[in-house]
C-alpha cells in the first residue's frame, strides 16, 4: 500500500479517535446502564458494538467485561473473554495496516524474536498497560493473525475475571471510575507474573551474548 495513503488513513483514525475521546467518557456509558439493561437484546448490541467502537473512544477493554458483569454476572466470564478478544482486534489491524518496515515495525519485531509472538504477546496482556500499545505493537510487529488471537485471549483471562467480578459492585465503578477494577493486589500480581514470564528468554538472549538495550533502540 502506498505510504501516503497509509499515513492519511493513519492520520484519520487518530483524530477521529481523539475527538471521540473529548466528547464521550467510560463513565457516559456507566451512567446510562439502568436504559440498557431494560431490554437484554439491546444489551447485547451494545456490548458489540461497544467492543468494536472501544478502540476509537480510547476506553480501557476491561470494561467490556465490566458491563458484561453486570448484566449476567459471573456467568458472563465466557462472553466478556470473546469481546475482549474482539475489541482488541482493530487496533491490531491497525498496526498491520500502518506497518512499513520503519524503526517501529523492527523494534516490535525485535522484541517478538527475544520473546517469542505467543509468550509477548501473553506477558504483555497479563501487565497492566493499555491493551490497545500491545495490539498496534503486535500488528506493526507483523505477528501472525492466529498467533495473537490466541495469546490475547489467554493474556485477557485475569482481566476478563477481575472485570466481569467488578460487574457486580457497579455502583462502586460508577463512582470510582475504571480504575475501581484493579485493586493493588491485583496490580502486583500482574506485573509480577509479567516479569516472570519474560525473564527467561530475557536472560537466555543476554547470555547468548544480546543486549536487551539494543532492542529496545532498534
Same mark, same amino acid.
Given at each position: 500500500?502506498? &505510504? +501516503? #495513503? +497509509? ?11 481523539? /475527538?471521540?475521546?473529548?466528547?464521550? &467518557?467510560?463513565? =457516559? ?15 447485547? #448490541?451494545?456490548?458489540?458494538? %461497544?467492543?468494536? #467502537?472501544?478502540?476509537?473512544?480510547? =476506553? ?20 466478556? %473473554? ?6 482488541? !482486534? ?28 505467543? +509468550? ?11 491493551? *490497545?500499545?500491545? &495490539?498496534?505493537? &503486535? /500488528? %506493526? ?5 492466529? !498467533?495473537? %488471537? ?8 485475569? =482481566? ?16 470510582? /471510575?475504571? !480504575? ?9 500480581? !500482574?506485573? #509480577? ?6 525473564? /527467561? ?12 538495550? *539494543?532492542?529496545?533502540?532498534?
Amino acid at each position: 500500500m502506498d &505510504s +501516503r #495513503v +497509509r499515513s492519511v488513513g493513519s492520520a484519520l483514525v487518530v483524530a477521529i479517535a481523539a /475527538g471521540a475521546l473529548f466528547l464521550f &467518557s467510560p463513565e =457516559w456509558v456507566l451512567e446510562r446502564l439502568g436504559w440498557l439493561a431494560g431490554d437484554p437484546v439491546r444489551f447485547a #448490541v451494545a456490548l458489540v458494538v %461497544l467492543a468494536l #467502537v472501544r478502540p476509537l473512544l480510547l =476506553w480501557p477493554a476491561t470494561l467490556v467485561a465490566v458491563l458484561a458483569g453486570y448484566a449476567w454476572g459471573l456467568m458472563a466470564f465466557p462472553v466478556a %473473554l470473546v469481546l475482549m478478544v474482539v475489541t482488541c !482486534t482493530p487496533p491490531y489491524l491497525f498496526g498491520r495496516f500502518s506497518a512499513d518496515g520503519g524503526r517501529f515495525s523492527e523494534v516490535g519485531e525485535k522484541a517478538m524474536d527475544v520473546a517469542g509472538d505467543f +509468550r509477548g504477546i501473553v506477558a504483555g496482556r497479563v501487565f497492566p498497560a493499555p491493551s *490497545d500499545i500491545v &495490539s498496534v505493537g &503486535s /500488528g %506493526l510487529a507483523g505477528v501472525r493473525s492466529r !498467533t495473537y %488471537l490466541g495469546a490475547t485471549a489467554v493474556g485477557q483471562i485475569p =482481566w476478563a475475571f477481575a472485570g466481569v467480578a467488578a460487574g457486580g459492585s457497579i455502583y462502586r465503578v460508577v463512582n470510582e /471510575g475504571i !480504575t475501581a477494577v484493579v485493586s493493588p493486589s491485583i496490580l502486583a500480581a !500482574t506485573v #509480577v507474573v509479567a516479569a516472570l514470564m519474560l525473564a /527467561g528468554p530475557a536472560y537466555s538472549y543476554a547470555t547468548d551474548g544480546g543486549d536487551i538495550a *539494543d532492542v529496545v533502540a532498534g
